[in-house]
Protein backbone atom coordinates (compact mmCIF):
# COMPACT_ATOMS: atom_id res chain seq x y z
CA UNK A 1 0.00 0.00 0.00
CA UNK A 2 1.57 3.08 -0.88
CA UNK A 3 1.61 6.11 1.80
CA UNK A 4 -0.14 9.36 1.12
CA UNK A 5 2.02 12.73 1.60
CA UNK A 6 0.96 15.94 2.41
CA UNK A 7 1.94 18.78 -0.65
CA UNK A 8 1.88 22.22 0.56
CA UNK A 9 2.71 25.06 -2.15
CA UNK A 10 3.12 28.80 -1.52
CA UNK A 11 1.50 31.25 -3.32
CA UNK A 12 2.98 33.23 -5.77
CA UNK A 13 2.35 36.42 -8.59
CA UNK A 14 2.83 35.24 -12.38
CA UNK A 15 4.36 37.75 -14.98
CA UNK A 16 1.36 38.76 -15.94
CA UNK A 17 -0.16 39.84 -12.10
CA UNK A 18 -2.21 36.97 -11.83
CA UNK A 19 -2.18 35.72 -7.46
CA UNK A 20 -2.29 31.78 -7.33
CA UNK A 21 -3.34 31.43 -3.63
CA UNK A 22 -1.54 28.87 -1.71
CA UNK A 23 -2.81 24.89 -1.85
CA UNK A 24 -2.39 21.57 0.36
CA UNK A 25 -3.43 18.24 -1.00
CA UNK A 26 -2.58 14.66 -0.57
CA UNK A 27 -1.15 12.35 -2.77
CA UNK A 28 0.78 9.28 -3.13
CA UNK A 29 4.59 9.40 -2.26
CA UNK A 30 6.09 8.30 -5.45
CA UNK A 31 9.25 8.08 -4.27
CA UNK A 32 12.38 10.42 -5.63
CA UNK A 33 12.23 11.90 -9.16
CA UNK A 34 13.74 9.24 -11.96
CA UNK A 35 13.70 5.94 -8.94
CA UNK A 36 10.95 3.45 -9.07
CA UNK A 37 8.92 2.84 -6.03
CA UNK A 38 10.04 -0.14 -3.89
CA UNK A 39 6.41 -1.39 -3.64
CA UNK A 40 6.64 -1.63 -7.69
CA UNK A 41 10.40 -3.50 -8.15
CA UNK A 42 8.25 -6.83 -7.42
CA UNK A 43 8.80 -9.21 -10.38
CA UNK A 44 5.69 -11.41 -10.57
CA UNK A 45 6.18 -14.70 -12.24
CA UNK A 46 2.94 -15.26 -15.10
CA UNK A 47 4.33 -18.76 -15.26
CA UNK A 48 6.00 -21.43 -12.63
CA UNK A 49 8.95 -22.22 -14.87
CA UNK A 50 10.76 -24.55 -12.02
CA UNK A 51 13.80 -23.45 -13.06
CA UNK A 52 16.65 -22.79 -10.60
CA UNK A 53 20.50 -21.00 -10.62
CA UNK A 54 21.56 -24.78 -8.92
CA UNK A 55 20.49 -26.93 -12.02
CA UNK A 56 21.93 -27.85 -14.88
CA UNK A 57 21.81 -25.96 -18.15
CA UNK A 58 19.87 -28.37 -20.19
CA UNK A 59 17.56 -28.61 -17.53
CA UNK A 60 16.81 -25.17 -16.96
CA UNK A 61 16.34 -24.75 -20.28
CA UNK A 62 13.88 -27.60 -20.67
CA UNK A 63 11.81 -27.00 -17.67
CA UNK A 64 11.82 -23.31 -18.81
CA UNK A 65 10.59 -24.10 -22.21
CA UNK A 66 8.09 -26.42 -21.14
CA UNK A 67 6.85 -24.09 -18.80
CA UNK A 68 6.45 -22.24 -21.56
CA UNK A 69 4.98 -24.72 -24.29
CA UNK A 70 7.75 -24.81 -26.39
CA UNK A 71 7.61 -21.13 -27.39
CA UNK A 72 11.04 -20.27 -27.34
CA UNK A 73 10.36 -16.52 -27.37
CA UNK A 74 8.02 -16.51 -24.63
CA UNK A 75 10.45 -18.60 -22.42
CA UNK A 76 13.27 -16.19 -23.54
CA UNK A 77 10.98 -12.82 -22.29
CA UNK A 78 10.21 -14.49 -19.17
CA UNK A 79 14.43 -15.44 -18.40
CA UNK A 80 15.33 -11.62 -19.18
CA UNK A 81 12.50 -10.31 -17.31
CA UNK A 82 14.27 -12.05 -14.22
CA UNK A 83 17.80 -11.27 -15.28
CA UNK A 84 16.53 -7.97 -14.82
CA UNK A 85 14.71 -7.91 -11.39
CA UNK A 86 16.77 -10.05 -9.66
CA UNK A 87 19.46 -9.26 -6.92
CA UNK A 88 21.54 -12.31 -6.96
CA UNK A 89 24.62 -12.44 -9.44
CA UNK A 90 24.58 -15.89 -10.43
CA UNK A 91 20.83 -15.72 -10.98
CA UNK A 92 20.83 -12.95 -12.91
CA UNK A 93 24.12 -14.19 -15.33
CA UNK A 94 22.45 -17.67 -15.95
CA UNK A 95 19.34 -16.51 -16.65
CA UNK A 96 20.80 -13.93 -19.15
CA UNK A 97 22.53 -16.60 -20.64
CA UNK A 98 19.11 -19.17 -21.29
CA UNK A 99 17.54 -16.08 -22.47
CA UNK A 100 20.41 -15.42 -25.08
CA UNK A 101 20.08 -19.35 -25.92
CA UNK A 102 16.14 -18.88 -26.84
CA UNK A 103 16.39 -15.80 -28.52
CA UNK A 104 19.51 -17.09 -30.86
CA UNK A 105 17.51 -19.96 -30.81
CA UNK A 106 13.54 -18.78 -32.00
CA UNK A 107 12.61 -18.69 -35.52
CA UNK A 108 11.93 -15.52 -37.22
CA UNK A 109 8.33 -15.80 -38.21
Known amino acids: MTEKIKVT ?3 YTRKN ?3 VKAASYFTEDK ?3 GK ?7 YEHKVEMHWH ?3 TTDVRRVNALAAHKGDTLAAARAL ?6 TTDTDTA ?6 ADYFFANHENR
Open 9 to 11: RKS
Open 17 to 19: GTV
Open 53 to 55: KDQ
Open 93 to 98: RLAKKD
Open 31 to 33: GKP
Open 80 to 85: QALANV
Open 36 to 42: TPAADKW
